[in-house]
């Protein structure tokens, strides 16, 4: 307006007014965009700030030589519009690009130094007079200041449409005032190509115009650069005092700068009361150094941006101090710190936690039910569920299949093995703790409860409290509404159980508890099909493989749905002869009277097994064969639903076997009844048949014999009773027969001996004994008289040896009584190796005459006191060959004579008289050879004295297996060495 009123009194003062009122602004705006430049940050606005004062500058180099001012040597308009354009087109041209300033960066020495260069260049041109002439004086403007004019005007509407495009990322009012001011430039541009003298009214609305543009610029730039950033300053002041937790900004050696309401507040001190004061102290732990606190050290370590978090045990508190950079001004580093108060959070958090695990375990158990067929396979996905989740430090689950104590571990985790065996006893025993705990489950519900140290003596508790288990849960698992299963859980968290656990916990409970008894009622509906299948492919075997001919018909429809091999069998007919009961009657029943007599017991039997659910027997009567024979049989039906099994009994081989019976029966009978020999029949050790020849031999009659014991009529003499019962225990473990002799008594008082041949029959349907009877009594007589004679002869016989013997003896006295020591310790080494008695005995017999042979040696030899000649040695080894001579033809029970012919022999054929080796040798041979040794050894000789049993005993150890026999040595050793046997003298 003032400017206006300038224009009444000269166009100059007005031109002077206008273009300084620009100027004025455009300086200001820059001056106030450099200043706030460091706190706002908005590169954009500092552009436009610095385009429109270095613009500012040429207008007011334009305004001291405009027209009339008469600076210049010359009063030309034609500088001072140079000037404009040079201006406005610098103005334009930096508008244009200013729009990338909006997200990026510029360096403001860089921006001036460019700038300072394009207006020194500028105004250079327009001094040398190389700028394009813009106005002519006496005509006006020139076609090139008019189109450099539009070409203005075309680069500030783009400007203008890219500011359009990028509202987005400008504040709502600068866009508005920055594209006022670009109108406004447009329009001013618009009146400067329409005048024609400097001072026209074209000009004058051109210069208020761009007064207005350069205002809305500068109130832009002072609503982004002062009025926006002191508004949020202000905002950022009341917010953060509204910050609910306590806010500091301290130095990197934690001295407090500034701190908001909540961290007076929180420390009940005024806020001059913490300036300067160390943060430490306040707002971390006191009892820790502030060489130890983890924030102060990372702050003091020059760490500009981290979250820490404090524990603080008095009282108990759990910090989160968030840390982040604060510059302030002359580069002094700070620190923004905001303590928060996170215990109830992290309480929260962990409770979250907990009930996600558990969460999480409901969900994969569900997923293991959808996925498991058996239970086994359930169980351990549950238990691998519960362990992965490590919300449990342990935990079991144990199963019972009956329902009933003890449960038996099936999964275990977190538990020794040493006290696994506690855990077993303890879910045994209905006394302990646990076992308490299990026997008052009920279906679905969770018993939660402290583990205390005076609990009890109950082991398993104690393990416990040694592991510090601070609560536990005991899990059920149902089938059926029976308790099949625990899952006992354990943790060391007193506070893990809470309603909400135990409610998840109990819906999986529920789950696993409902999955069980679907598998159980799966597993027995599938028992129940394999078991109809079972029984079905059963009844088909039995069926076709019964030895009895069976039928099986369906009497409702008639037809006839099957017949076992043994009916084919035995009626010769298939199922394709007798398709239906129509053709069954037909067939089988060759007589229509017979046919309507049993159709009728038919009819009537299968009202009877309905009625009584019994089977249904027919009398015996005749069926015709396929072949045209008739069997005699009966019938059992049994009826099943619509269903008849019709067994058959077939009696015609019995009835014909009968007749055969009744006929063998009595030809065994006139058989019996006239054998010369004494039969009788015993059943429980009494007599229930005698044949007359028995009754003869005994004296006896049948009446005074039947139905008593057997025993009453023989002698009650233990070891006869004895022989008795061990033959009739033979005979009852089925022995084909039993031979023995027992005495029986006569009826005239004599002793018989009877030997009896009993054997096991058939008597009546019954078993029983038959027994043949023969009187051996004058047999046994005459066996008595015989061993008498074979005694008698025996006894001859060893006196002509032991005669012989002792002629031997004579002839070599310095050996006497070789022979016998020889037999005796032959005797008893063959009873060492096992022998039987009579054998062992024969060797001491045979032992008497085994040097017999020596009758044949000069007794000079036999008698030399020195070493003997090899020829005389010669003449008394020919002993042995000459005692085979002398007894080679009296006949012996044994062969003695080889067996003295042989006992010089040795295994490896080194003896003599043959050389024979090993089995070559008789035994009895090889046992004197020993023998002889040990005894010759250990007595003196003619030509020495003894050596002793120890020599003899080294002898045969040294040559055993070579010399003398292996087990006849290992037999001597045992009888000398173990049982101490003395050698008889």
């Known amino acids: 307006m003032v400017c206006l009123l300038g224009a009444q009194f000269s166009y100059l003062l007005f031109h002077a007014m206008a273009e300084l009122v620009s100027i004025v602004i455009a300086f200001t705006a820059l001056i106030v965009a450099t200043n706030s430049r460091g706190f706002t940050k908005n590169h954009f606005v500092y552009y436009v700030a610095t385009v429109i004062g270095w613009c500012a500058g040429l207008d007011l180099l334009h305004a001291l030589v405009f027209q009339g001012m008469h600076l210049l040597p010359t009063n030309s308009a034609n500088p001072p519009t140079e000037l404009w354009i040079a201006a406005r087109f610098l103005q334009a041209a930096a508008l244009l690009v200013s729009p990338l300033f909006l997200k990026h960066v510029i360096r403001a020495v860089h921006l001036h130094v460019v700038l300072g260069l394009i207006t020194a260049c500028l105004v250079w041109l327009i001094a040398t007079d190389h700028f394009p002439t813009m106005y002519v004086d006496g005509q ?122 909540a961290a007076c507040t929180w420390v009940n001190t005024p806020l001059e009361g913490l300036i300067e004061h160390a943060s430490h102290n306040l707002f971390h732990d006191p009892s820790v150094a502030v060489q130890s606190c983890p924030v102060c050290v990372r702050i003091a370590s020059g760490e500009a941006l981290f979250t820490e978090v404090v524990r603080i045990q008095q009282p108990e508190r759990i910090l989160e101090c968030n840390i982040a950079p604060y510059q302030i001004d002359n580069g002094f580093q700070a620190r923004v710190e905001v303590v928060r108060d996170i215990t109830e959070r992290d309480r929260a958090s962990k409770k979250i936690q907990d009930l996600t695990y558990l969460y999480e375990m409901l969900s994969a158990t569900n997923r293991a039910i959808v996925r498991c067929n058996t239970r086994g396979e359930l169980l351990a996905a549950l238990f691998d569920t519960m362990v992965k989740g490590n919300a449990f430090p342990m935990l079991f689950i144990a199963m019972t299949d009956t329902g009933a104590q003890p449960l038996r571990i099936i999964h275990a985790h977190g538990f020794s093995i040493e006290h696994l065996s506690d855990l077993a006893t303890s879910l045994a025993s209905t006394q302990s703790v646990l076992g308490r705990l299990i026997q008052n489950l009920e279906a679905g519900k969770i018993i939660s409860l402290p583990v205390t140290e005076k609990e009890s003596d109950d082991p398993w508790v104690d393990y416990l409290y040694e592991e510090k288990i601070t609560n536990r849960a005991v899990v059920p698992l149902m089938v059926d509404n029976r308790l099949m299963g625990v899952m006992g859980l354990y943790t060391r968290d007193i506070k893990l159980f809470d309603a909400q656990q135990l409610l998840l916990l109990e819906q999986m409970s529920s789950d696993v508890s409902f999955a069980l008894s679907s598998m159980h009622a799966s597993e027995r509906t599938e028992q129940a099909e394999q078991s109809a299948k079972l029984s079905e492919h059963r009844f088909s075997e039995i069926f076709d493989a019964s030895p009895s001919p069976l039928q099986l018909m369906n009497v409702k429809t008639g037809k006839m749905l099957g017949l076992n091999r043994a009916f084919q069998l035995w009626l010769g007919y298939t199922l394709n002869d007798i398709p239906n009961e129509q053709a069954w009657f037909e067939l089988a029943y060759p007589t229509a009277q017979l046919q309507t007599q049993l159709r009728a017991a038919w009819t009537q039997s299968i009202a009877n097994a309905r009625r009584d659910h019994r089977a249904q027997n027919s009398p015996e009567f005749s069926i015709q064969a396929k072949d045209g024979s008739m069997r005699v049989c009966t019938g059992s039906m049994t009826l099943v639903g619509d269903e008849a099994i019709i067994a058959w009994t077939d009696l015609s081989d019995i009835r014909a076997k009968e007749r055969e019976l009744i006929a063998s029966e009595k030809h065994f009978r006139n058989m019996i009844e006239q054998s010369v020999a004494g039969i009788y029949v015993r059943r429980n050790g009494r007599f229930v048949y005698v044949n007359p020849r028995y009754c003869e031999i005994t004296g006896w009659s049948p009446h005074e014999l039947l139905d008593h014991s057997v025993l009453d009529f023989t002698t009650s003499d233990p070891d006869n009773i004895q022989n008795i019962q061990n033959a009739w225990a033979d005979l009852e473990a089925e022995s084909p027969s039993v031979t023995y002799s027992v005495p029986v008594k006569h009826k005239s008082g004599q002793w018989l001996e009877l030997e009896l041949h009993a054997k096991a029959i058939d008597w009546d349907g019954q078993i029983a004994h038959i027994v043949l009877v023969d009187d051996i009594t004058e047999r046994k007589r005459q066996e008595e008289k015989i061993a008498q004679y074979v005694r008698q002869l025996e006894g001859s016989m060893e006196s002509t040896l032991r005669a012989i013997s002792s002629m031997v003896d004579m002839r070599d006295p310095y050996t006497a009584g070789h022979e016998r020591r020889v037999g005796l310790i032959a005797s008893e080494i063959a009873h060492e190796m096992g022998w039987a008695t009579e054998r062992s005995k024969s060797l001491e017999l045979i032992g008497l005459v085994h040097d017999i042979g020596k009758i044949a040696v000069p007794i000079e030899i036999l008698t030399k006191p020195t070493r003997l000649t090899p020829l005389e040695m010669q003449l008394v080894q020919g002993h042995a060959q000459a005692g085979y001579d002398i007894l080679k033809n009296v006949s012996f029970p044994l062969p003695i004579a080889d067996i003295i012919g042989q006992h010089h022999e040795r295994m490896d054929g080194s003896g003599y008289p043959k050389g024979l080796k090993g089995d070559q040798i008789l035994a009895e041979a090889r046992v004197l050879a020993v023998a002889d040794v040990l005894e010759s050894m250990s007595s003196h000789r003619p030509y020495r004295a003894a050596l002793g049993i120890d020599a003899a005993m080294d002898e045969l150890k040294k040559n055993r297996s070579t010399l003398y026999d292996s087990e006849v040595v290992d037999a001597a050793i045992r009888l000398i060495e173990t049982k101490n046997y003395k050698l008889p003298t």
Not at 182 to 205: G, H
């Open 140 to 261: 006006g403007l020139t076609p090139l200041k008019i189109y450099t004019e539009y070409v203005i005007i075309l680069m500030l509407s783009a400007t203008l449409f890219f500011y359009w495009r990028m509202r987005a990322v400008m504040s709502p009012r600068l866009f508005n005032y920055i594209g006022a001011a670009l109108v406004a430039m447009i329009f001013s541009e618009f009146a400067f190509t329409q005048y024609v003298s400097v001072i026209a009214t074209a000009n004058l609305v051109g210069h208020v115009l761009k007064i207005f543009a350069y205002w809305f610029i500068y109130l832009g730039l002072v609503y982004s650069t002062l009025t926006r950033p002191f508004s949020m300053l202000s905002r950022v002041s009341s917010t953060f005092d509204s910050i609910p937790d306590p806010t500091l900004v301290v130095t990197l050696e934690g001295a407090v700068l500034q701190a908001n309401q």
